[in-house]
Every structure is written in C-alpha cells, then in structure tokens.
C-alpha cells in the first residue's frame, strides 16, 4: 500500500520520511526498461512509522472482510534511516520487518511476501516473485538457486510471472529446478492510460493474450510441481555447465537441461531445453 498525507498525517518534513548520511530525506527512484533516466516515485517512509503503518492497514485490511495482506517493498527493501542511531546502516531492519509480520497473524491475516528477504521469508505465509536466478554477471561459473534450497518446504513460494519474461520457456526450466510453482499476472479489462505506464508490464498481462500458452503449459508441469508440492530439497549438483540435478526428501529427482544437446541420466535421456522427473534410482540396486 502507498501512503499519502493522510495515511497518519505525515509529512515529509515533520517526522515522516527517513533522512540520509546527511541527513537529506531520501527518496525512492524508479527505472524505466530502456531509458537510462530514473524517475523520482516517493520519500521512504520513517522507518519508526512502520509498525503504525502497517497495523493501519491491517485494520484496514480486515474492515473490508479479507483475510490476508501483501507486501511489497516491505518485505523487500532494506534501507536506513539516519534521524535515529537504531536505524543507521540498515540496523533492525529484519526485526522491525518480522515482528510487524509476525502480528499481522496475531490479527489473524495471511501474509503474502514479495522478493522477501529471509527474515521476511520465515514470517510469511507465500513468497512470489521469488529470485530464481542471479544477475547472471560473468564472474560466476554456475548459477545455483540458493533461495529455493533454504526455503523450499518450508514456505510455499512463486517465481517470476512466466507471462512477463522474455523467455517463458527458460522460466520454466528455473522454476523447475529451484521448485518455485508457476505464476502468472494477468488483467481482463484495464484502461490505454496502463500502457505507457511507469511499470512495462502491462502489455503482456492480457488475458485473452496468454489463455492458450498458460493452459497447454500448466497442463505440462503438474505433475512434477505436485510431486515435489511439500518436499524440500536435499541435493543439489551442477553436472556440468548445462545440466542440473535435484534431489528431493521424499526421493524425487529432477534433471534439468539448459543446453543445447540432450543428456543421458540415470532416469533416461533429457532432450535439450527440457527436464525428466522421477524416484531416485538406489545404488544398491
């Protein structure tokens, strides 16, 4: 949720925004795709404001008969506040962050969590946009899903909306391996004004646009994404440059390959661009 001025009557210049090193109220940039330009969105609310703030909203959330709430930035974004010594460099972010979810379900609210950091992730109900790769800089050999390792089986989480990506098929295929369910963003009617928006989503979100593709690959992943529903993951090996191998607590394994040529496994040939799930084959025959 935004706050403007009459979400606890704050101020920019009376308490109501976190100041910088200089004490400078800070604010929040956005980027847009393509456009090496920032453009200023808002001030960064005082960190001594949020839990009042976000027990507002819970109030709020609970007067209109839903019984959850998300978070965005909240549960994303570490910043400090310099107009107090507890909030300088960062300090009490993850404690502030997780008492103020944990009585979110004292009030009896399911949380839902976006990119969440780990004290944010524990104290959620559902993660989505979950990371389900690095930047993908050169100076790594392997990209290793290190977030679904920790944290899958223990809160259920989605990856990137499939629809959004420039490439659904390798979304796929990332999800697949660290085990982040399928998720799609979609709208049915919306105004013109939402295409040039700030956000450059919005012209692939279309329902009509993605019904045939999300079903046909629904279709295909069910099974593997039921399979490994409640699982954690107790394995993980970097075969080679392209292929991955997970192993799952209940004995399900995975092999998923990213490159360009197919791969023999112990569970049979894994075409290139594609994965093979099944029980782990035991070595003592």
């Keep these: 949720m935004h706050f403007n001025s009459n979400g606890l009557c704050l101020t920019v210049t009376s308490g109501g925004s976190a100041k910088g090193p200089g004490h400078v109220y800070t604010?929040?940039?956005?980027?847009?795709?393509?456009?090496?330009?920032?453009?200023?969105?808002?001030?960064?609310?005082?960190?001594?404001?949020?839990?009042?703030?976000?027990?507002?909203?819970?109030?709020?959330?609970?007067?209109?008969?839903?019984?959850?709430?998300?978070?965005?930035?909240?549960?994303?974004?570490?910043?400090?506040?310099?107009?107090?010594?507890?909030?300088?460099?960062?300090?009490?972010?993850?404690?502030?962050?997780?008492?103020?979810?944990?009585?979110?379900?004292?009030?009896?609210?399911?949380?839902?969590?976006n990119q969440a950091n780990d004290y944010a992730a524990i104290n959620s109900d559902v993660i989505i946009e979950a990371p389900i790769c690095s930047s993908m800089l050169s100076i790594f050999d392997y990209d290793v899903p290190f977030y679904q390792i920790v944290l899958k089986g223990h809160v259920p989480m989605f990856g990137t909306a499939v629809n959004t990506t420039t490439n659904k098929d390798l979304t796929v295929l990332r999800c697949?391996?660290?085990?982040?369910?399928?998720?799609?963003?979609?709208?049915?009617?919306?105004?013109?004004?939402?295409?040039?928006?700030?956000?450059?989503?919005?012209?692939?979100?279309?329902?009509?646009?993605?019904?045939?593709?999300?079903?046909?690959?629904?279709?295909?992943?069910?099974?593997?994404?039921?399979?490994?529903?409640?699982?954690?993951?107790?394995?993980h090996v970097c075969i080679n440059t392209d292929v991955r191998k997970v192993v799952y607590d209940n004995g399900i394994v995975v092999y998923v390959n990213y490159g360009d040529v197919a791969y023999e496994s112990e569970l049979g040939n894994v075409e290139a661009g594609s994965y093979i799930y099944g029980k782990e084959v035991s070595n003592n025959g």
């Design 27 to 113: 604010r929040f940039y956005a980027y847009r795709l393509g456009d090496s330009q920032s453009s200023f969105m808002s001030y960064l609310v005082g960190r001594d404001e949020h839990s009042a703030l976000a027990d507002k909203a819970a109030d709020f959330t609970k007067s209109m008969d839903i019984q959850g709430i998300s978070f965005r930035k909240l549960t994303s974004l570490a910043y400090s506040d310099y107009a107090a010594n507890r909030t300088i460099a960062k300090a009490n972010m993850g404690n502030d962050v997780s008492a103020i979810l944990q009585n979110m379900n004292k009030a009896g609210l399911k949380v839902l969590a």
């Design 176 to 235: 697949v391996e660290g085990g982040s369910a399928l998720r799609y963003s979609l709208i049915n009617n919306y105004d013109n004004d939402l295409l040039t928006s700030i956000s450059q989503i919005f012209n692939a979100v279309v329902y009509e646009d993605n019904a045939e593709s999300l079903v046909a690959t629904i279709n295909a992943n069910t099974d593997y994404f039921k399979a490994i529903e409640d699982a954690h993951i107790v394995n």
